[in-house]
């Protein structure tokens, strides 16, 4: 089941599409809150109801197609209330190391790579040609834009974005919460709720933890 009938949601349709001949992968169909039709093309998958409104089924694995961390955060505790079970699912041009761990919810789109010990928490997201270096930590809800780089060591903590082409240097930590934009370079620690910009990024106070 795809959560979320937006742009991303096209792009994880033809994800799973591509899985079809090699895996036992169905479209269940879609849940949107707003939405009640898609317009994906011909073979465009049902819209099925709201997130909450969904008769979950024992069988139901659920793909958070949603770019926002914190949107997937909630999207995510919404379904675990019920008793929904998160889906991962791994492009068959990814590369993910043996040694690499995935959590539950992973979504791992086309040419992204997962080094060497590397661990991935529930429900994140690594979007085309994204990164994450060996030994690298990256929390639950984070959002990895395309072409994003983390080199080996980096620590995520949860519910980070990062913009397209950013990238964070060796062993560096970036906090809760934290946004690095697009093309910013991160030589220095991030704090919780920092927005870094810039190369060499610089940090600023970005808004209040809504926790």
């Known amino acids: 089941m795809i959560v979320g009938g937006g742009d991303f949601g096209k792009e994880v349709f033809l994800y799973v599409t591509d899985l079809r001949e090699s895996q036992s992968t169905a479209i269940g169909g879609v849940l949107d809150d707003a939405r009640t039709n898609l317009d994906w093309g011909p073979d465009s998958p049902q819209v099925l109801g709201t997130i909450d409104g969904y008769a979950i089924q024992p069988n139901d694995r659920f793909l958070i197609a949603i770019g926002d961390p914190g949107v997937r955060r909630d999207v995510a505790a919404r379904l675990a209330k019920r008793g929904g079970a998160l889906g991962t699912i791994i492009h068959p041009t990814a590369y993910v190391a043996p040694t ?3 959590g539950a919810g992973c979504i791992l789109a086309p040419f992204t790579f997962v080094g060497p010990q590397a661990a991935l928490e529930p429900n994140t997201v690594l979007n085309v040609y994204a990164s994450a270096g060996h030994d690298a930590v990256i ?3 984070c959002v990895l834009s395309p072409y994003a780089v983390l080199n080996g060591r ?3 903590e949860e519910g980070v974005f990062m913009g397209t082409h950013a990238t964070v240097i060796v062993g560096k930590r970036v906090g809760k919460n934290a946004k ?6 991160v030589f220095r620690d991030v704090p919780p709720l920092h927005l870094a910009v810039g190369n060499p990024a610089k ?6 933890d809504s926790d």
């Open 100 to 102: 690499a761990r995935l």
């Open 139 to 141: 929390g639950q809800h």
């Open 154 to 156: 980096v620590v995520l």
């Open 180 to 185: 690095i934009a697009a093309g910013a370079v």
């Open 203 to 208: 940090s600023r106070g970005l808004y209040r």
